[in-house]
C-alpha cells in the first residue's frame, strides 16, 4: 500500500516497550482502575490508536505488563539466586505497583486468575527445575515438597512487595537470614 510508511521490528519493539514502561508508571500511581485511557495517552505520550494498535485492551496492557514483570522476576531468581530477588525488591522497583494491583484482581477475577494460571508456563518449569536443581545440590532442604518450599518463598516475596508498596522499609539482610535458615538444608 503507498503512502504507509513501514516500520522495523526494532522499532517496533521499541515503541512496544514505550508503551509498557509508560503504562506501567500509569498503574503503579493510579492503580488499574483509576488509568483510564487519557491517563494512558499522558503517560506513555502516544494516541490511544497507538497504544491499542499493540494491545486491543486495558486489560490485555495490564496482563502483558504483569507477566513481563513476572517473566523479569523469574528470570532474575534463576540467574541470580532468590537473593537477588529479595535485594531487587528491596529497592523499591516501580513494578511492585502492578505486582500488587495484579494481586487484588486475581483475587477478584476469576476470569483474569484463569488467564494467569495459563501464562508461559516454560518460565515456571525452568524455575522448578532451578529448585530442583539447588535440592539436588544440597542448597535447598529435601524434607518437605518441592511446591512447600516454592510456595514460601512466593508468600515472603509477596510479603516483602506489600511492605515494600505500603512504603515500609525491607530489612533484606534479615530477611535473607531468616528464609536462608527456613529453607536451607536441614
Known sequence: MAGVPRISEEQR?????????????????????????????????LSRGAIFSYFPTKLDLFVALAEEDQHRVIE????EGYDAVVRHIGEGPEWIG??????????????LRERWRAFNPEHLERLEQHLNGLRESGALRSDLPLESVARFLGVVM?????????????????????????VGPK
Open 98 to 111: 502492578v505486582y500488587l494491583e495484579a494481586a487484588r484482581m486475581l483475587r477478584t477475577d476469576p476470569q
Open 158 to 182: 509477596d510479603g516483602l512487595a506489600a511492605q515494600q508498596g505500603a512504603g515500609f522499609d525491607v530489612d533484606v539482610p534479615g530477611t535473607l537470614e531468616l528464609v536462608h535458615a527456613a
Open 13 to 45: 519493539a521499541a515503541r512496544r516497550e514505550q508503551i509498557l514502561a509508560g503504562a506501567r508508571h500509569a498503574f503503579a500511581a493510579h492503580g488499574y482502575f483509576g488509568t483510564t485511557v487519557p491517563v494512558l495517552e499522558a503517560e506513555i505520550g
Open 76 to 79: 532474575l531468581w534463576i540467574a
